[in-house]
């Protein structure tokens, strides 16, 4: 059985609410005032021209990092898929043809509308083939298909395809955060 929940008797000036407004009105202006005459207390930025740092461990969308020939350092052994929480790894695994013995994905998907950004998939890495340093927050698309960043796009992603954060820290690298390094073009 419910019980109902205590209310607090409101002292008279409380009950006619006239008194409540104004304070609250007056906190109101009291920090437009403030903010117009101290115009460095404002958080805002003037995106997507400014960006905010992000920090040096800021999760971004994934990307996967590429051997000095162009390949993917990627051998689709499978530890991402199998220990991604959510489910949201798929890696068709094909055998190179000039070595039967190395493995590489054919396909890579990471499905961004069920990724819950853990890191597991960039732990478990053995080859330090799939990273989340991108500083990328803007992970967006107009249907969800589009959602699914495949290997291609997360090869090329911080090479223009959609060039976001490392763009603007190349042209602002005052924005970059402390110790950020960029990589080299990758090959594809
Ligand atoms: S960050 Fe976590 S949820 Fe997202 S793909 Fe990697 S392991 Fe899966
Ligand atoms: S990204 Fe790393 S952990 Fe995932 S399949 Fe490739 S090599 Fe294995």
């Known amino acids: ?27 109101t202006m009291s920090h437009v005032i403030k903010n ?7 958080r805002t930025i003037e995106y997507p021209d400014m960006r905010k740092p992000m920090a040096a461990r800021y ?11 162009g390949k993917v350092k990627c051998v ?36 961004m509308l069920r990724c819950i950004f853990c890191g597991f998939c960039v732990e478990a890495c053995p080859k330090d083939a799939i990273r989340m340093d991108t500083k990328i927050y803007e992970i967006n698309a107009y249907t969800r298909q589009d959602m699914v960043h495949n290997k291609s796009y997360m090869i ?18 005052e924005q970059a955060p402390a110790g950020y390094t960029f990589d080299e073009k990758p090959v594809v």
């Not at 117009?36 to 404002?42: L, P």
């Not at 999760?59 to 020939?69: I, Q």
């Open 1 to 27: 059985m419910p019980l109902p929940a205590p209310r607090k008797k409101l002292s008279t000036p409380e009950s006619v609410y006239l008194v409540e407004v104004i304070k609250g009105m007056f906190l």
């Open 36 to 42: 117009i005459f101290d115009q460095d207390r404002f």
């Open 59 to 69: 999760r971004g969308a994934h990307r996967l990092t590429t051997r000095p020939d």
């Open 76 to 111: 689709a052994c499978m530890c991402c898929p199998t220990i991604c929480p959510a489910n949201c790894i798929t890696i068709i695994a094909g055998e190179a043809a000039d070595d039967p013995a190395e493995k590489f994905p054919v396909e890579f998907d990471i499905d």
């Open 156 to 173: 090329n992603l911080m090479d223009g395809v959609k060039p976001q954060a490392e763009d603007v820290y190349r042209s602002h690298p």
